[in-house]
Every structure is written in structure tokens, then in C-alpha cells.
């Protein structure tokens, strides 16, 4: 059986552990990677200072302190030569003498990834035969040869225990690269800090996380490498980690607009002290967006369920109470009870519209992205808005550089952005005032549409409340629905929705996923099948710009017959074709025969119908009449974050 990763890793340690030789390895930030026995050993220290993160400075302290290096009159630059020397490592051999006699030699290599190995051998025995030899080199002959003989197999022991090291040190740099490797392909930050909040290792992937934050971030404080509103965010989490405790949370990171999931962990030594901790971090806009998307989903269907039965209950009492009211008026001639009969059946059918609301914005709705320019898109929508405003209030529209096609929801889109206009006329009020529409692009993440007034400005209760169904400024003029109803189709769209007053009224920003549109620009071979020439007609021409090749067809049985005799790409149909096989029945009978194309249907039958129903269990439908930008974003569209 082949060994396991931590087998070798134990085995490498027991080796380094048997060889005679003391042995280090520190990382360019000058801290401990690796430590062997003897080194303990020969320099007798402590448990922290041979503890993987220890501090070389430390180290070069506590043997100055203890006498290592002899009488030294500045302890601190001493140390801060040894630290600068080590910076600016290269490549040496040395022999040096030690305070309590005994002599060893210190040859030093560095590594590729950065950092060094030391192998430290404890040679008194070879130096006194050295001294031996030039001092009874002619009494001692006899001696010298038997030394001589000893130094000689002395030497060789040394080499074949060197040949050992180099093949230790070897696998350790072999290994430090393959993990190196494998955590800079891993779609995440991973990284250490130790307890002084200064990274120790880091997989060089903050990048791909917070786009506008550095690579190279070792040796670096983490609030300077995430910036001052990210690491306000984090602190009290890593504050629990250096304490201690666990935790993984996600936050905001409003400089590049995603949201960040990460993950503190400890780093625990077996003694119980914490030197550490290690941090994951990972980019989870797009899963927010899709909990987002899917959170509403479900609370729309928790509301519609609860008021599904109160609203049918409340529409025959509202049904009873206009039908007496109704009666009252025909048999009484009281001028005075015909107004409030008048008032009472005018109450009765508000009821019955703001019913038709909560179901509108409780019952299903679905998104329908398409590829939209945005830049037009708001054009139009400022043409068609201005009618509406008082003479006196300006409609301003303010475009930032945005990708050519986004996918977006245009009709919830436009019903939105038409509430929030409507909103700020009503808070400018009949004087003058203005209206800004603004919209550009967050990173790469989000587009962000904005509508602010000149008017009053949100009011606290309003801030808090806002966004709640039947919450209104307005008294009784007000539903209460409206920015509900545009938070719901926001969050619909894996969006958000944030109020805020800018001092001179009133701000709605709506964030939505920017997913850019392209329509491929390889042609296809479509099969039009449809009965109305007029329609196919009309249809032909939005494919051919497009640029793809068409044939037409008008019935089920034509269109069989072309199918066998080309290679079909794609199969557009009509569900009903004027016989008694509709659409649905030719791409079931296409898609039976194995025909490598994409199938297709179309339709202006209401969502409701049964037909309808059938065939959208089985293919794909496109409610008809369809702009071209629609069709192409159901045949052909291509989706890119």
C-alpha cells in the first residue's frame, strides 16, 4: 500500500530527528518552518523557540542573553546584524567557536520558495586533531597517522551523513512545493497570521477574493492587507480566534461589492498555547445572490399560502357588504344616507384593489431576464416618465461606463424604477425640484440603480419601515405596496435595496447581479415552423438579422420532412399550427428520432391555458409578440459573469 502524505511527513521528521547533524529551516519572514532534535539539543532551547512560527530574532536574543556568542557590548545590534544578514541571505560555509568550547561549523543554502536551511555539526573533535597535528607533528608521528586515519574516516562519516541531508533537504523543498502549488490553485484565500496579527503564510490568493487588495502579503499586518473597512468587520472575529474560539461568518466587503465568507481557526500547539491563526476566505457573491433569490421565493409562497384563505374570505365580505350597501341605496330617499352609502361602497371597492395588489405581489411571479442596454433601457424610461412630472420638476439621468448587453428583468425593472420616479415626485410636491436616475457598474459583481430626490427625505420611522407591506407615508392615499413590491422584485433577482437620506432628500439604491450578455456569433440553421405568414415573416427577418440561415415550414408533417433532409441546429414552432398536431406533438416526435438540435416552441396562448401547461412541462416556451433581443436571448444567448 502506498504511503499517506502524513506518513511521509512522519518519517522525513524521524529522519531528520536520527541524523547527527542539528538542522533549521526558517521561512523568508524569518520564521521556523522546521527544527530537528540536535538543534534543540546543541543549543538547549526552549519549547517555543523550536515550535514551528517562531520568531528568528527571538532565537538569536535568547542565545546572546545566555552567552552564546560570548561578551557582547550592544545585545540589540547584534541581533539586528544577524536579522539584516539574514534578510539578504546567500549561500555560506563558516566555523565559529562556542562559549563552552566546544567549535562548530554553520553552512547555510537557501531555498527556491524563499527562506533558508542551516545544518549546524559539532566539529571540536576534528579541530583538536588539526591542533594536534601542528603542534607534535614529529614526537607524535605514530599519533598523528592514527589520527589522521581517524580524521579521515570522521570525514567520511560526515559525508555520507551530509549525502543523507541534502536528500532530506530535498524532499522537504519537493513537498513545501507541491503544497505550495496546490493551495494557490484552491479558489480561496488561505493564510496564518500569528498572534501580533502579521501574516505568516499566505497561499497568494487575497487577489482573487478582494479584487483591489495585494498578492504578497507575508510579513504584513492584516488590517493593512485587507484595509480599513474589511479588517473592522473581521476584528472581533479574529479576536475570538486568538482567544480561543472558532468561527465562520460572511460580510459585505462594500470596496469591491462581494460578499465574503471566512473561516478562523486556532492554531493550538499541543502544549495548549495559541500562536496563531489560520484564516479561509472565500468569494460568495454569486451563492448569496442565488440564497437571496430563492429566500424571496419561498416567502412569497409562505404569504401567498396565508392569505390565499383570508383574502377569499374577505372578497365575499367585501362582496356581501356592496350588495347591502347596494339595496340600502334603492329603498332609502335620505339625502344624507345616500352619501354615506356612497362612501361606504367607495371604501368596499378599495378593498377590492388593494386585495388584486396583495395578490399580485404574494401570488407567483417569475423573472425573465433578457439582454438589455441598459443606457437606452433608461432613455426610454425617462421619456416615458417625464409626462407625468409637474413642470416644475426635472428628470436628470446619469449613466456610468456599463457593459453593452446585461441580463436583467426589463419589465420588473421598468415598474420599479417607474414607482421609485413616481415616490420622489410625490416627496419634491408640486413645486420646484429634481429627480437623478443614475446607474453604473460595481466591479464586476453588481449594477447599481439609483433614484434620488430633492424632497424632505426619509424619516427615521420611514428608514426602518419602508420597505414593509402596507407601511405608507401618505394616509389614506397610500397602499403601503409599492416599495414593497420593488424590494420583492429586487430580491427576486438575487439583488438588495438599501434607503438612505443624502442631506439634500431622499436616495433608493437597487443592487443587481450584473451578468453580462452575448449573443453568439456563430450562425445556425434554424427551422421556422409556423402557419401565419405574416408572423413567420416577421419572425425570418429577426433571425436573418441575427445572422443565422432559416427554413420555413407551415405545418407539422412539412416540417418532418425537412428535418430528415438537413442538419436541423435549431427548431422554432408555433404550439398551434391550424391542424390537428400541434407544435408540442412535432418536437416530441423530433426529439423521439434523436435530432441533434435544440427544440423549441412559441406561443400567445395566456400562461394559464392547458395546452400551454402541457407543452411548457416538455420544451421551452417564448410568450409571444417578442422583440428580437428577446428571441435571441431564448435561442442563443450565452451567459458570462
Known sequence: MPSTPQDRARMTE???????????????????????????????????????????????????????YGEVDDPAAFVQVRVDQARAFEAHYMERPRANGRTISVEGSPLPQGGWVTVYTDITAIKRQEQLLRTRSEELSDQVLAHAE????????????????????????????????????MPAHIAHVDLEGRYTYSNRRLTSVMPSRPSEIRDTLIGDALGAEAFGKIKPHLDKAMAGTSSVFEFNHEESGRRIRVAFTPDIQPGGAIVGVYILSMDVTEEAQARAALGQTHKRELAARLTSGLAHDFANLLTIILGLQSRLDRITGDAEA????AATQAAGRRGGVLLD????????RHIHPEPIDLRQFLTDLQTMARPSLPSGVALDLQVGALPDLLMLDGGGLQDSLLNLILNAKDAVGAGSGRITVTAEAVG??????????????????????????FFSTK??????????????????????????????????????????ATISATPKLVLLVEDSPEIREGLRDMLTLLGHNVIEATSVAEAEALADLTDIDIVLSDILLGDDRTGADLLSDLRARN??????????????????????????VLQKPFTQEALAAFLFLKETA
Open 338 to 341: 345616500k352619501e354615506l352609502i
Open 150 to 185: 581517524q580524521l579521515s574516516q570522521t570525514n567520511r562519516a560526515l559525508a555520507a551523513t551530509n549525502t543523507a541531508l541534502e536528500e532530506a533537504k530535498r524532499q522537504l523543498t519537493e513537498m513545501e512545493a507541491r503544497t505550495r502549488m496546490v493551495t494557490e490553485m
Open 357 to 364: 395588489r396583495i395578490a399580485r405581489i404574494s401570488g407567483p
Open 444 to 469: 464586476d459583481t453588481w449594477v447599481e440603480l439609483a433614484v434620488s430626490d430633492t424632497g424632505t427625505g426619509f424619516s427615521d420611522e420611514a428608514l426602518s419601515h419602508a420597505l414593509d407591506p
Open 14 to 68: 524521524a529522519g531528520l530527528n536520527l541524523i547527527q547533524q542539528a538542522l533549521s529551516i526558517y521561512d523568508s519572514g524569518l520564521r521556523l518552518v522546521v527544527a530537528n532534535r540536535p538543534f534543540r539539543d546543541m543549543f538547549d532551547l526552549p519549547v517555543e523557540l523550536v515550535t514551528p512560527g517562531a520568531r528568528f530574532d527571538d532565537t538569536i536574543r535568547f542565545l546572546v542573553d545566555r552567552g552564546e
Open 475 to 516: 394616509g389614506g392615499e397610500g397602499s403601503g405596496l409599492g416599495l414593497a413590491t420593488v424590494y420583492d422584485v429586487t430580491k427576486l433577482s438575487g439583488g438588495r435595496v438599501d434607503l438612505t437620506n443624502t442631506g439634500d432628500g431622499a436616495r433608493v439604491t437597487l443592487r443587481l447581479p450584473l451578468r453580462r
Open 595 to 620: 435530432l441533434p438540435a435544440a427544440l423549441h416552441l412559441m406561443t400567445s396562448l395566456p400562461p394559464g391555458d392547458a395546452r400551454r401547461q402541457a407543452a411548457e412541462a416538455r420544451f421551452p
